[in-house]
């Protein structure tokens, strides 16, 4: 059994586990999501710091925590072994922080633009949200109607300070054993640029999903399967 923490990406909240926790639950694992800091939340988004998110990820990890972080996640996730260590990581078609770049500046260094125009600012410029219109093509295109009228219910303004400010990676992150599950039919981060960003990985700790960007609602099983082979070599 592993203790697992679950972090959501952009727009979503602790809510898009819905599926995947259960199916972990069902193997024995010790399952808990969170809602990152300006999500689902009243805080003003102009309010909320990278650091003040990175800080929120660490507040759950305990030296047996294994954080799994999906899409942007992957910045709060490594930022977070700044303030605690946990005992593996764990990117599902996340972002890999490169120092001293943001998570626009690594979407915009991407092989392709996928998002464009889904995307839509608010007025003041501080927070987005993602056409609905746009979102199921861009983010469930595998994923059952039901399971996608739920996500389009949920999604939410993501704050657009700390995705705007860069990020230092920890030095301790690199010694920590981590995993990158590759998600080949993901329309939101190529699927070129999830192998480019995990490529010097050994290959035991890079693994693959015929999935779009959210298995955890099109195929919450298999990806428990995954997540739990993961968490058996993590834990041995």
């Known amino acids: 059994m592993a203790d697992i923490l679950l972090v959501h990406g952009s727009c979503h909240g602790a809510w898009c586990w819905r599926d995947l926790t259960p199916a972990l ?15 689902r939340d009243d805080r003003a988004p102009e309010t909320v710091t990278l650091d ?12 047996e925590t294994i954080v799994l972080g999906h899409s942007w996640a992957g910045f709060p996730i490594t930022g977070a072994v700044a303030y605690a260590r946990p005992r ?7 972002y ?24 839509v600012k608010s007025d003041d410029g501080h927070s987005y949200t993602i056409r609905p219109d746009a979102a199921p093509e861009l983010f469930y295109h595998d994923c059952p109607p039901e399971a996608v009228s739920f996500a389009l219910e949920h999604l ?13 990676v920890p030095s ?13 039919q993901d329309r939101t981060i190529p699927p070129e640029y999830q192998s480019s960003m995990c490529a010097d990985w050994p290959q035991k700790d890079v693994h693959m999903l015929e999935s779009s960007h959210s298995p955890f609602l099109s195929q919450p099983g298999p990806l428990a399967e995954l997540v739990d082979q993961i968490a058996l ?4």
């Open 25 to 39: 639950a069902a193997r024995g694992h010790f399952v808990r999501a969170i809602d990152l800091p300006g999500h």
């Open 52 to 63: 003040e998110t990175c800080r929120a990820v660490a507040d759950h990890i305990t030296p």
């Open 88 to 94: 593996a990581l764990i990117y599902l078609c996340a």
């Open 96 to 119: 890999v922080p490169v120092s001293g770049l943001s998570l626009i500046d690594m979407r915009k260094a991407g092989p392709r633009q996928t998002i464009g125009d889904a995307a």
């Open 156 to 168: 939410c303004p993501q704050p657009i300070p700390p995705q705007a400010t860069p990020l230092t």
């Open 172 to 184: 301790a992150w690199a010694e920590l054993p981590k995993a990158y599950i590759r998600c080949t």
């Open 233 to 236: 070599q993590f834990t041995r």
